[in-house]
């Protein structure tokens, strides 16, 4: 809207010469950049020869949470077997932040939603911990989450998280992705797939991710009643894992 009424807008300021080129025949270059141009959340713009060179998939594999923090890991090597609950309907300090705030701050500001991953209550949310990167890295694309899931009732909402985290445990929400299961048999295992919302970030070095499932945002209307659970497990021959693409 800025740009259509003559305002800076970076939008129509690559518009205007891709336009001009190949309807006047302009030699002004817009024919020479790569052709897939992304643009991370943090601002950044990069480009690609072709989708394929955008990003691949790692696979990272989740570990049963343990010890009093009750994080798990993610590791190159499947881990089954394993199965932890988590009670639901009950709020945790993981969330999506506040709708349009948020995604306003992100986007003029590059103030990403935020959160102290180890103040996250273990009780009502499962969290997975990965290695930290010893070079910074670029996740372009859509990070998937497989994960067998059990719940106690018949309606029972998830929110999946993915975030860079620093050395303090500072972490900036990368993607989420809310779903609900809806007329589940209760104490019925399924297996389960999350696809998050696409993104393109920049992961520092020192940096690691960290994946959060919990019960309940405030952003959406959840259907998690408080007094049921939900357990995720990693059966054998079906283990759970996260892939994250990688440029």
């Not at 807008?9 to 992304?38: F, I, K, M, S």
């Not at 009670?87 to 948020?102: F, K, Q, R």
């Not at 919990?214 to 059966?235: A, E, I, K, N």
Request: without cysteine.
């Amino acid at each position: 809207m800025t740009g259509a009424i003559g305002l800076p807008n970076e939008t129509w300021d690559e518009l205007a010469p891709w336009l001009r080129h190949y309807l006047t025949g302009a030699d002004n270059g817009a024919d020479a950049e790569a052709p897939v141009q992304l643009k991370s959340q943090r601002n950044v713009w990069r480009g690609y020869p072709n989708w394929a060179a955008v990003g691949s998939p790692k696979t990272s594999y989740l570990s049963k949470p343990a010890g009093l923090s009750r994080t798990g890991g993610l590791q190159s090597k499947a881990a089954t077997g394993w199965s932890n609950g988590i009670g639901a309907g009950v709020p945790t300090l993981a969330d999506s932040g506040i709708a349009l705030v948020s995604g306003a701050l992100q986007g003029l500001l590059s103030i990403p939603v935020g959160v102290a991953t180890p103040l996250v209550d273990r009780t009502f949310a499962g969290v997975w911990s990965g290695p930290t990167y010893s070079s910074p890295a670029v996740l372009n694309g859509t990070p998937r989450l497989h994960v067998t899931v059990t719940p106690s009732g018949r309606d029972t909402s998830l929110f999946a998280y993915l975030y860079d985290v620093d050395a303090l445990g500072v972490g900036s929400l990368v993607s989420h992705k809310p779903y609900t299961l809806r007329g589940a048999t209760p104490g019925r295992a399924v297996p389960f797939d999350f696809k998050l919302e696409a993104t393109s970030w920049e992961v520092a070095a020192g940096h690691h991710l960290v994946l959060v499932v919990d019960t309940v945002d405030p952003r959406y209307l959840g259907r998690s009643r408080l007094g049921t659970s939900v357990s995720f497990s990693s059966p054998p021959g079906d283990p759970a894992w996260l892939s994250v693409p990688v440029a």
